[in-house]
């Protein structure tokens, strides 16, 4: 197998996965921002999961004066685009797309863990005040229908057992307020018999701070949030780092296929220790070599003689057996 081959298909499959989801979330978006009641219908017939109407009713929130839908579509066209550029860079090999894929992945991937990581649950867990500001402000449009602010604040006053930022009376300025003069807080504030119905206990609940009241009304969510986050602060961290490997071996993927190689080269055997072969192994493998087949005889040394005239002692003869003289010196 190349060496690039395992991070393209890891990549490819990851990429089209993510492709997949992306154009699932966009064609939801574009549903229900033309039909809901439609989206509605079909779905929950054909799946019959009450997870149809609770998709329906978020895309359908607003953000300020912003409908959600204008804020999750071009969210899930940057994930579609990001994913066809992995897509594009794990089966062409193009370089310029998996360029663009890891400066992509690299943007979302901060710009995701910078707000919810840093800006939340950091903030709020080293109890910084103008965190506990920005919340407060946030309380003031409490009370708007189908508002994203609104459901939020109502999903962490039922479920963390809280009200308001610091406690019942951040809703004095709110517009919630302004349309209900005859009630200090929400009854999402109050303890509940039925928590699904949101009965409360106590009739004087929403009305009275007191004892009688049955509610959270002195327990603000600020502190609630963070008592939360440092009794699950393990399973965050686990979370964070999961984020942070999952990033890191994408781009590792992305990486080995611009080079062409993997990240950890070939083992060089010279750094390898020596291991020694067994004999009778070393026996049993022959060689295809024709030179290694081939049998040497090596010849005998040859004798040379020398003869030395005795009329002439510079003259000098050299002899080989079954030869001539063949060199006079």
Not at 39 to 45: A, K, L, P
Not at 68 to 89: E, H, K, N, Q, R
Not at 186 to 205: D, H
Not at 217 to 234: H, M, P, Q, T, Y
Request: charged share 20%.
């Amino acid at each position: 197998m190349h060496s690039a081959g395992l991070p393209r298909s890891c990549l490819g499959f990851t990429n089209m996965l993510t492709f997949i989801f992306g154009v699932i979330c966009l064609a939801i978006c574009v549903w229900c921002a033309i039909n809901t009641e439609f989206f509605r219908e079909v779905n929950y017939t054909i799946t019959k999961s009450p997870w149809v109407k609770t998709i329906a009713n978020f895309v359908n929130l607003k953000l300020w004066f912003t409908p959600m839908t204008s804020v999750l579509i071009p969210v899930a066209c940057l994930i579609i685009f990001t994913s066809c550029c992995g897509i594009l860079g794990a089966g062409c090999k193009t370089k310029c797309a998996l360029k663009s894929y890891i400066f992509l992945v690299t943007a979302i991937t901060l710009a995701s863990f910078w707000i919810l990581f840093v800006s939340f649950i950091y903030n709020i867990y080293t109890n910084k005040q103008t965190t506990r500001n920005y919340m407060t402000t946030t309380l003031r449009h409490y009370g708007k229908e189908n508002d994203l602010i609104t459901n939020f604040w109502d999903y962490v006053m039922v479920n963390y057992e809280c009200c308001g930022v610091n406690d019942s009376r951040d809703f004095i300025d709110t517009d919630w307020h302004k349309k209900n003069l005859d009630k200090l807080y929400p009854v999402q504030c109050c303890k509940f018999a039925n928590k699904t119905a949101l009965m409360p206990r106590s009739k004087y609940c929403t009305i009275s701070r007191e004892d009688v009241a049955e509610s959270f009304a002195d327990r603000g969510c600020f502190v609630a949030l963070r008592e939360s986050i440092k009794g699950n602060k393990r399973i965050l961290t686990f979370y964070a780092v999961l984020i942070l490997l999952i990033y890191l071996m994408i781009t590792s993927f992305a990486f080995c296929i611009i080079r062409g190689e993997p990240l950890i080269g070939p083992i060089d055997p010279e750094d390898v220790m020596f291991v020694p072969i067994r004999r009778d192994v070393e026996k049993a493998v022959q060689s295809q070599s024709s030179l290694d087949n081939m049998m040497f005889v090596d010849e005998p040394p040859k004798k040379v003689v020398q003869v030395v005239s005795v009329l002439n002692p510079n003259q000098r003869y050299t002899i080989a057996p079954n030869s001539l003289p063949n060199s006079i010196h």
